[in-house]
């Protein structure tokens, strides 16, 4: 009965508040701008859509963080909306800055999603691909007002983009070879070696402005980490301070991150005590040049790209696979266009027909199985190579500094603070394109020999709790005469048809790269480019980041308070879900409430809170798992262990432990049969048998 009531009073309550005058606060004027386009109009219109089915569970969730909401108000209640950024969904609503409330928006349910792809009749554009670069394109698209459709075969950020050495850099390598023909060994290559090099300088100075962007776009998540470049050799002292100004004054104005410096060897002893004050040779410490750029964690980095896409107006949809091109005509005979795309839902199975005026393949190393579908008759243009990582404890590096080392054979070894762990990488060599990459045992034994080089404490493979590896597709320069020549940047390529392919590139210029595809998109659709806006992106911060200013005036820190206060969360839990969901962390924090007053049986705030954890070892909470099915579209077990959350990265043994709980959650949130839930948890543990390279033999995770 008391179901039934909400049911009726909920929705009823909930319309009222947003029409009635009194209540409605006015829209932000850092979002008026948005707003012109029809795509923001679609994006609040389509705020909090979803299932009219509630489990007795959810039913009392709701019914709790109502009785919270009015346990905690008094006196007049001010309601407030937001067009573009704020909607009224299933969320409870969060406390402004200012005293009013307002219920931060929720996508659009993914049947929603689905429906949209196949009724909604043809889209400007299509995009294949739901990493990065894929996410980028659909945002830029979607604000300058066209109608965006976007579609992952596996899950956003499932490939390439989850695989990343977390960094967000102009590449100080380029740097060094934009000047070298090689890194120096020795004194007397300074000057055998000297050249300048136009292009890989073009690469520093655009990677470094696009680095100020990606800072800048979600201030919660993006952090300044400085790195030590350490220095054995009296030459190396100079040139290499040289080189961190260049590398400052490049970025210019819009550094975002304090400047590089010099630190003595005792100091560097002191901020890195793992440091050897000496190295191989018996060459004693010098000192370290400081350098500073950005990191982030990169799959949530991409889902808020994605969902800041479908804010805007854009369809997205995961876990759905192009079967192939649909086209006028037949490649090579006049007038053959790709016009769109047969799609299939991998979770239910059903097809259909995704029409529009252009499509843009954003696939990565898939890049060219892709293109033959719309040319049989293309050339291969990418070159994929392998990068391995591995992940250490986090007393092997300080929590605030990471260094940086240049290895034996000119590569770059980064050992790095994240997430709580010490992540040491990466390699590079060419490989086959797999969906499974794996780090191979020799390139274990290559970055353990590198890292003991500078380490006075040695790693081990006993040391490792997980190893992964991703695909970087490199891509041929199709100018270059030699065609075994890469290039530096990325490439747009279009094929017979009008497929438009953005190939190669960097995650710090994942904007830079949806700019110029959009801007070829529009070159060659003059349709599209009478009703397009000009690109916004550059000056634009995604989901989470406090856009109107209301709930915390872009200081996340009073998030952090409020959660350790109201919620009584511990300090690690309260910094992870702000650095990994901004303003959302309250939503969050409210699930995990709920989750408390269901299990308990009373309200929180009458008894200690107790909120459960997925493992005691990391700051990851259930609630986390019920967010992530409720508002991040995540589908699979594996989807939250390796990308909602970052366990399977983190610590491989951790994530097998945490499998059978994940699938229980998420079995209740989804519905899913007992099969279905027996199956996630076999695919789960396979997945897994990927990130376990150089663990102990006893370590070696089960397959079901």
């Known amino acids: 009965k008391l179901q039934f009531l909400y049911l009726i009073a909920f929705p009823i309550t909930s319309c009222a508040l947003r029409t009635s005058p009194a209540t409605t606060g006015a829209s932000s004027p850092a979002l008026t701008r948005t707003m ?18 509630l489990s007795r569970r959810q039913a009392q969730e709701r019914m709790h963080a109502q009785s919270r909401f009015d346990a905690l108000t008094s006196g007049p209640r001010t309601y407030r909306t937001v067009a573009g950024q704020d909607g009224w969904g299933s969320n409870a609503p969060i406390q402004c800055e200012d005293g009013s409330w307002i219920e931060l928006w929720s996508p659009p349910d993914r049947t929603d999603q689905l429906r949209r792809l196949e009724d909604e009749g043809e889209f400007d554009v299509l995009v294949i691909g739901g990493g990065a670069t894929g996410s980028g394109i659909a945002l830029d698209a979607a604000t300058r007002g066209l109608k965006v459709a976007l579609v992952e075969r596996d899950d956003f950020a499932s490939g390439t983009s989850s695989r990343s050495t977390k960094l967000i850099h102009g590449g100080i390598r380029y740097l060094l070879l934009t000047f070298q023909t090689k890194i120096p060994n020795k004194f007397t290559d300074l000057f055998q070696n000297l050249t300048f090099n136009q292009a890989n300088y073009d690469v520093v100075k655009n990677d470094l402005y696009e680095r100020a962007y990606m800072i800048e776009s979600a201030p919660f998540m993006t952090k300044p980490l400085p790195m030590m470049v350490p220095m054995y050799k009296w030459w190396e002292v100079p040139v290499l301070w040289i080189g961190g100004k260049m590398y400052d004054g490049i970025a210019g104005s819009r550094r975002t991150v304090p400047s590089s410096s010099y630190m003595t060897a005792a100091e560097a002893s002191y901020n890195f005590p793992s440091l050897r004050e000496t190295d191989e040779e018996g060459r004693s410490l010098k000192g370290c040049l400081v350098l500073y750029d950005g990191q982030m964690n990169d799959t949530r980095m991409n889902l808020c790209i994605a969902l800041t896409a479908s804010q805007y107006g854009a369809t997205i949809a995961n876990h759905t696979q192009v079967n192939r091109l649909t086209s006028t005509g037949s490649p090579g005979e006049e007038g053959y266009r790709v016009t769109g795309a047969e799609v299939e839902d991998r979770v239910s199975g059903k097809k259909m027909t995704i029409k529009a005026k252009q499509v843009v393949n954003a696939t990565g190393p898939f890049t060219d199985a892709v293109r ?100 970087r597709p490199l891509v041929r320069d199709p100018n270059a005469k030699d065609t075994k020549s890469l290039a530096r940047d990325h490439v747009i390529d279009v094929v017979d048809g009008g497929l438009i392919s953005v190939c190669g590139g960097k995650w ?197």
């Open 508 to 704: 710090t210029t994942y904007r830079r790269m949806a700019e110029d595809a959009i801007n070829r998109v529009l070159a060659d659709n003059p349709v599209l480019k009478n009703k397009a806006a000009p690109c916004m992106t550059l000056d634009m911060q995604l989901l989470g980041a406090d856009r109107s200013g209301l709930v915390c005036a872009g200081d996340f820190g009073k998030v952090n308070v409020t959660l350790r206060e109201k919620f009584a969360l511990g300090k690690d839990v309260a910094k992870h879900l702000v650095s990994n969901y901004g303003t959302r962390a309250l939503q969050v924090a409210a699930i995990a409430e709920s989750l408390e007053t269901t299990r308990t049986g009373s309200q929180p705030f009458e008894e200690a809170k107790n909120y459960r954890r997925l493992y005691s070892k990391y700051p990851l909470l259930e609630a986390e798992v019920v967010f992530a099915c409720r508002n991040e579209y995540a589908l699979s077990v594996v989807d939250v262990i390796a990308r909602r959350t970052r366990l399977a990265f983190l610590d491989a043994e951790a994530a097998a432990a945490c499998i059978p709980r994940v699938a229980t959650l998420m079995a209740d949130e989804l519905h899913w049969p007992l099969d279905e839930t027996e199956r996630q948890k076999a695919d789960a543990y396979k997945f897994l048998q990927t990130m376990n390279t150089g663990l102990k033999p006893e370590k070696t995770l089960p397959l079901q």
């Open 36 to 53: 012109r386009f029809r795509s923001a109009v679609a994006a609040a219109a389509a705020s909090g859509a979803g299932g009219w089915y």
């Open 372 to 471: 033959k579908m719309a040319d049989p008759k293309a050339e291969d243009i990418i070159v994929p190579a392998q990068g391995a990582h591995l992940v250490l404890p986090d007393y092997l590096s300080p929590d605030r500094m990471g260094f940086v080392r240049m290895t034996s054979d000119g590569r770059v070894l980064y050992f790095l603070p994240w997430e709580g762990s010490t992540m040491a990488g990466t390699t590079d060599h060419r490989t086959d394109v797999t969906d499974a990459p794996k780090a191979t045992e020799n390139e274990v034994d290559f970055i353990i020999k590198e890292a003991n080089a500078v380490l006075k404490r040695p790693v081990t493979r006993d040391s490792i709790r997980a190893s992964w590896a991703g695909l």
